[in-house]
C-alpha cells in the first residue's frame, strides 16, 4: 500500500515537531521523520560574519543520511522505528517529515540559548529566503498554517485536512 506523506515546513522553533509529534498521536499507522536529526556535527558548521553558527542552511545537515530514512520508511512502512501503533493492516501508512528546508533539498528550548539578535538577524532572514526558494519550485499545493493561532487550533485544521485526504485517495482506490 502506498504511503501517504505529509510535509510540515517553516522557520526555525515556530511549532512543527510539536505539531508532528501530536499528529502522530491521533493518527493511526503514522511515522515522523524530523529534520533535525540529521545535523552535521557541531565542528563541521560554519560559521557567519556575526559568529553565529550557520544551522539554518542546507549544508548543515546531512541530507542523504535524511533521504534515506525516508526512502526506507516508504518502502517498509511497517519495519519503521518511528511509527506509533500499527492498528489495522488495511489503513493507509502514514509518514510525517517536519523540518525547516523539507522543500529545499515543537517549541524547541536551546541551552545554551541563541544569543541577542540571532533569529531577527539570521533565522529569520534564511527562513524567507528558503521559503521564496521553495515557493518558485514546488509543484504540488502548500497549504499555510496562521502561527498566531493556539496549537490545538492548528493541529485541529491539520488533523482534520489529513483525514480528508485520506477519505479522498480511499474514495479513488475503490473507483480504480
Not at 500500500?1 to 522553533?13: C, R
Not at 508532528?20 to 557567519?48: G, M, R, W, Y
Amino acid at each position: 500500500m502506498k504511503t501517504f506523506t505529509i510535509g510540515i515546513s517553516g522557520v526555525t522553533n515556530g511549532g512543527k515537531t510539536t505539531l508532528a509529534k501530536n499528529l502522530q498521536k491521533h493518527l493511526p499507522n503514522c511515522s515522523v521523520i524530523s529534520q533535525d536529526d540529521f545535523f552535521k556535527p557541531q565542528s563541521e558548521i560554519e560559521t557567519d560574519k556575526n559568529g553565529f553558527l550557520q544551522y539554518d542552511v542546507l549544508e548543515a545537515l546531512n541530507m542523504e543520511k535524511m533521504m534515506s530514512a525516508i526512502s526506507c520508511c516508504m518502502e517498509n512502512p511497517r519495519h519503521s522505528l518511528v511509527s506509533t501503533d500499527w492498528g489495522n493492516a488495511e489503513e493507509t501508512p502514514i509518514l510525517i517529515i517536519e523540518g525547516f528546508l523539507l522543500f529545499n533539498y515543537n517549541t524547541r528550548v536551546y541551552n545554551p540559548p541563541d544569543p541577542p539578535g540571532y533569529l531577527d538577524g539570521h533565522v529569520w532572514p534564511m527562513y524567507l529566503k528558503h521559503r521564496k526558494e521553495m515557493e518558485e519550485n514546488v509543484t504540488w499545493e502548500i497549504v499555510y498554517l496562521d502561527g498566531t493561532k493556539s496549537e490545538d487550533d492548528l493541529f485541529s485544521q491539520v488533523y482534520e485536512d489529513i483525514i480528508q485526504e485520506l477519505e479522498k485517495q480511499k474514495r479513488l482506490q475503490v473507483t480504480s
